[in-house]
């Protein structure tokens, strides 16, 4: 019997802004204005000082645990631009760039941190933080499969990080949106660890993109510390999504440049070389010096920039910090649109000894 090649395949890697500076005028072009760009550009320092000062609040004891976005704003930040206001965005908790984008109060991201429910009240089309790793996949091909029942035109963007790809969920989510020809785009922030656990260890692949082929989706690798890379392959998938209804699978290579979380101390794991040589990639940066190679930014420009973040930023802590206290009420209000029989019975027993009891349909 001959032996045959049953399929074979190749894992495109995109890359249009480098680390070095150089860009890719044929793959960026028309990709993104000017004045867009120098808007993206803003928007990522606001939320690189928000991240400083949430670090803070929990330094000195005004919130709790708090996982640092640093060096990952680029990818959530280019998928929301590339996305539309009735797509889904379905994140895990180092998306406050794309978040704020879409229009989520920062103050509700700091509430949620708080401990305060009401930080999961988001009125526009994006889902509270999941914090549970895995879970957020199912729910963004759950959404995405009612946007393409209602015909509602929306499709589900879906944000996690390599550890959550070992997650059960995570496997169920891909092979219900490949198989149900579901407008879903999954994107894995492959920031090299999950805790102290490196990717090598998670993945024995080379890719982590590899994961989604195997799913019988599209899949690619790509820069996510480059942003118009991201507007790429984004909406690219977005329309794959919209148009023909399949799923496609990004990898998007960062790194996580600060701790885990406020609760952990990377340096007891981490190689600080590896830290510097990340450190040199950072999105921010290389958009910045992108933005001054074409004199759409200057030294001035940076400095007003940077009061204005201060202004905006202290004015989110304020109002995150001055809220009235919440209601023992809340607990149950920002979970679903219509409160469940079931939690409206625990709602109106749980001063009583008997919680949940006592109320037709429980
Ligand atoms: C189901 C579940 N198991 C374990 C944890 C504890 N935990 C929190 S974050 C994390 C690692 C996640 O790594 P990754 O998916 O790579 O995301 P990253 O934090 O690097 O962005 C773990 C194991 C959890 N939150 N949920
Ligand atoms: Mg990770």
């Known amino acids: 019997m001959p032996v045959d090649c049953a399929f074979q395949t190749t894992i495109e890697r995109i890359s249009i802004l480098d ?24 928007h990522m320092t606001m939320c690189r000082h928000f991240d400083e000062i949430a670090f803070k609040l929990q330094r000195s004891g005004r919130m709790g645990t708090y996982p640092q976005n640093k060096g990952q704003e680029a990818a959530s930040l280019g998928a929301a631009y590339a996305l539309e206001d009735k797509d889904w965005l379905v994140t895990c908790y180092r998306e406050n760039a794309g978040l704020f984008w879409r229009g989520v109060d920062p103050e509700k991201i700091l509430l949620h941190w708080m401990g305060d429910e009401r930080g999961n009240h988001i009125p526009v089309r994006a889902t509270p933080l999941a914090i549970p790793i895995g879970t957020q996949m199912l729910h963004a091909t759950g959404l995405a499969w009612a946007s393409k029942y209602r015909g509602d035109g929306g499709i589900g963007c879906t944000f996690f990080g390599d550890g959550a790809t070992s997650e059960g969920d995570f496997h169920e989510a891909m092979n219900f949106a490949a198989n149900l020809d579901l407008p879903v785009v999954f994107v894995c922030q492959n920031n090299s660890w999950a805790i102290s656990v490196p990717t090598r260890i998670q993945c024995s692949a080379p890719t982590i993109a590899q994961r989604g082929l195997a ?22 998938a977005a329309e794959r999504a919209r148009c023909d209804n399949r799923p496609t699978f990004i990898e998007a290579v960062t790194y996580r440049l600060g701790d885990h979380t406020t609760a952990d101390d990377a340096s007891r794991y981490r190689d600080p070389e590896e830290l510097k040589l990340w450190e040199a990639r950072d999105p921010m940066i290389r958009l910045r010096n992108w933005l001054e190679q074409r004199d759409l930014w200057d030294e001035n420009q940076e400095q007003a920039q940077r009061i204005e973040n201060e202004a905006i930023v202290s004015g989110i802590v304020k109002r995150a910090e001055e809220i009235e206290p919440p209601t023992t009420n809340d607990i149950f209000n920002w979970m679903y649109a219509e409160t469940p029989k079931v939690l409206e019975t625990q709602r109106k027993t749980m001063r009583t000894s008997s919680l949940g009891q006592g109320f037709d349909g429980v």
């Open 215 to 236: 799913y019988g989706m599209h899949s690619v690798q790509v820069d996510g510390n480059d942003i118009f890379a991201m507007v790429k392959v984004v909406r690219e």
């Open 19 to 42: 680390e070095h500076g150089v860009y890719d005028e044929q793959l960026g072009e028309g990709l993104i204005p000017d004045s867009d760009v120098v808007a993206l550009y803003r």
